[in-house]
């Protein structure tokens, strides 16, 4: 399934303004994983965080991986405020934490 062909309710005045909303929706959920994973690599058991199943099967990545990832991320969601094209801050973020689409928990940027 591609990000931008997930059903969802994105009510904005304009279909720009919604593409937007999606991927802000999109991005921001990816920053909740990221926080679950910064959870876990810290010690809280898996079966307390939001979204532990899904961050139970990514791979450990290095510190220094790991926040290069992260802040790739944290970078495209905050130019969702730029009125950046939300398609190419979507796959900007993916395209940063390929790893986590190897292993199978994010997968459908629009190509």
Same mark, same amino acid.
Request: proline share 6%.
């Given at each position: 399934?591609?990000?931008?062909?997930?059903?969802?309710?994105?009510?904005?005045?304009?279909?720009?303004?919604? @593409?937007?909303?999606?991927?802000?929706?999109?991005? =921001? &959920?990816? %920053?909740? +994983?990221?926080?679950?994973?910064?959870?876990?690599? $810290?010690?809280?058991?898996?079966?307390?965080?939001?979204?532990?199943?899904?961050?139970?099967?990514?791979?450990?990545?290095?510190?220094?991986?790991?926040?290069?990832? @992260?802040?790739?991320?944290?970078?495209?969601?905050? =130019? &969702?405020? %730029?009125? +950046?094209?939300?398609?190419?801050?979507?796959?900007? $973020?993916?395209?940063?934490?390929?790893?986590?689409?190897?292993?199978?928990?994010?997968?459908?940027?629009?190509?």
């Amino acid at each position: 399934v591609e990000v931008w062909e997930i059903d969802g309710d994105f009510p904005a005045k304009t279909p720009a303004a919604s @593409r937007r909303l999606r991927g802000q929706t999109f991005l =921001d &959920v990816g %920053l909740e +994983l990221w926080l679950d994973l910064e959870r876990r690599l $810290a010690g809280r058991p898996q079966e307390r965080l939001p979204h532990g199943d899904l961050v139970a099967t990514l791979p450990t990545l290095t510190g220094p991986q790991r926040e290069r990832r @992260r802040e790739a991320w944290l970078r495209a969601r905050q =130019d &969702v405020a %730029l009125n +950046l094209s939300p398609e190419a801050l979507v796959d900007r $973020a993916l395209s940063a934490t390929a790893v986590l689409g190897e292993a199978g928990v994010i997968h459908g940027s629009r190509t």
